[in-house]
């Protein structure tokens, strides 16, 4: 098929599949208001003794989930959801499983956390590797393949976000920090996830990819999408809205690459364009294009979260406020890297079984569902000491999982560790009294643990004029 030909039919499919769906979503949801939606007015315990106690997939325990996963970690380290997602809660267990590639494999992820019990995994993957071969939605890609193609993959990845090409946005990252934050510092108060947790890193990546920076609301949303289609508790009318939304999100992808393709630049979306023009390698356009939607929505999402939820962490431990300030080239990093463990960006992330396997006695047959909990094993009491504690000085704080770990750690770790601490640092040098407005909630979600809100009010501090009286007598 010509390219040209391909192109047009990947445009008329997936506009005809993105209305469909659009249509099927507001059936459904007729069929949903009509049926009512199960709500439990009964409060959730404080120290849960068996799931039943916390009902998993109910909101409410989104907003407080550590005694659940201490629950879990001591009497169910594999504890299957009523969705048939088996959950794995204990660190040694998860590092074990992140190795094993082989036997835990982290393909296709987007259709784990939508299937339903007793659908065939393999069968479903199968038919969204065609949507992808058709450019519809983003092939496996990074996070979501296996050796040997992750191989090739993670090597393109860190070419384009290297060690040192990070260190060379800090001056970049610092004058948008500085920018965005001029427009309220003298207002005394600042929608933090609205105005900032959310606008910073996603203008960062948009100007990386070299994207229209108009185009930020639009992306915005398409990104809540896509992290509501992981949630594991989405409606079936909400999750087929946000599939939907993935439609349009990678045609724009697409036509981002394809203008990029006449021009490629020197930025990361010209060295994408590069890699897939290379004749010996398997990276193509549409591994291309989808590692442009994977590193949108987990560069601008995970950023974001854990921005929100230092700051939060921050403001809640004043005592640690000065100690930081006093000492901040070596007590910020460390306390970034706590916020990291305790309130894990992505709360987990998903793999499937390609054989058969066994855990704790708990048989896991092939094709079954598995989410691996970033965040519990974060807090396993058999690996860290005082788990619950802020410790500034926690000599393996590096060891969590909240960037993963093997081969699928995050390529963009080191440019979230630099984002989150120089805004820090920036709020703690430019601000005074923080405190939280108002509520503070968390989304709804078994993957993300994202701040719906955060309105926090401040005291600006006067900032010292450098004095230049001696420059001028000279």
């Known amino acids: 098929m010509s390219y040209f030909a391909y192109h047009l039919r990947r445009l008329a499919l997936s506009y005809s599949l993105e209305g469909m769906m659009r249509f099927n979503a507001w059936r459904i949801s007729l069929g949903e208001l009509k049926a009512g939606l199960s709500v439990t007015s009964e409060p959730l315990p404080d120290n849960p003794t068996c799931p039943e106690d916390f009902r998993p997939l109910e909101n409410a325990c989104f907003q407080h989930p550590y005694s659940f996963y201490k629950m879990i ?151 809540v999408h896509g992290v509501n289609s992981q949630s594991g508790i989405a409606s079936k009318s909400d999750l087929m809205r946000s599939q939907a939304a993935m439609f349009a999100f990678v045609r724009y992808c697409w036509s981002q690459y394809l203008k990029a393709k006449r021009d490629p630049g020197e930025g990361l979306m010209g060295k994408l364009v590069m890699a897939a023009k290379d004749p010996d390698s398997p990276f193509d356009d549409k591994l291309a294009v989808s590692t442009i939607f994977q590193l949108i929505i987990a560069g601008s999402d995970s950023s974001a979260t854990s921005m929100g939820n230092a700051l939060k962490m921050l403001i809640e431990n004043p005592e640690l406020q000065k100690e930081i300030s006093d000492d901040l080239d070596n007590k910020l990093p460390a306390f970034v890297e706590e916020v990291f463990r305790l309130e894990a960006a992505f709360q987990g992330m998903f793999r499937w079984t390609k054989k058969d396997a066994e855990l704790h006695g708990v048989k896991l047959p092939e094709g079954s569902r598995i989410f691996l909990m970033w965040a519990s094993g974060n807090r396993d009491e058999r690996f860290w000491d005082a788990p619950g504690v802020i410790n500034l000085n926690r000599k393996n704080g590096k060891k969590h999982l909240t960037f993963g770990h093997g081969i699928h750690a995050c390529i963009g770790r080191e440019l979230a560790r630099m984002e989150i601490r120089i805004v820090l640092r920036e709020f703690l040098k430019r601000t005074e009294n923080m405190y939280i407005d108002g509520d503070a909630p968390f989304v709804a979600s078994m993957f993300a643990r994202t701040l719906l809100s955060l309105p926090v009010c401040f005291d600006s501090r006067p900032q010292i004029e450098p004095d230049n009286s001696i420059e001028r007598a000279a």
């Open 73 to 223: 970690r001591d009497h169910y380290p594999v504890y299957q959801l009523p969705n048939g997602i088996f959950c794995i809660s204990r660190y040694e267990d998860i590092v074990e499983l992140s190795r094993n590639t082989d036997t835990f494999s982290s393909s296709s992820q987007g259709v784990v956390a939508g299937l339903k019990p007793g659908q065939d995994i393999e069968k479903k993957i199968k038919a969204l590797k065609r949507f992808g071969d058709l450019g519809l939605v983003p092939a496996d890609v990074l996070a979501t393949t296996d050796p040997p193609a992750h191989t090739v993959e993670r090597k393109v990845g860190h070419s384009g976000l290297n060690a040192r090409f990070v260190k060379s946005l800090e001056p970049e990252i610092e004058k948008l920090c500085h920018q965005m934050m001029d427009k309220f510092i003298d207002t005394g108060k600042v929608e933090f996830m609205q105005e900032f947790g959310w606008r910073l890193p996603m203008i960062l990546i948009i100007r990386l990819l070299g994207l229209p920076e108009k185009d930020f609301k639009m992306i915005k949303a398409w990104c």
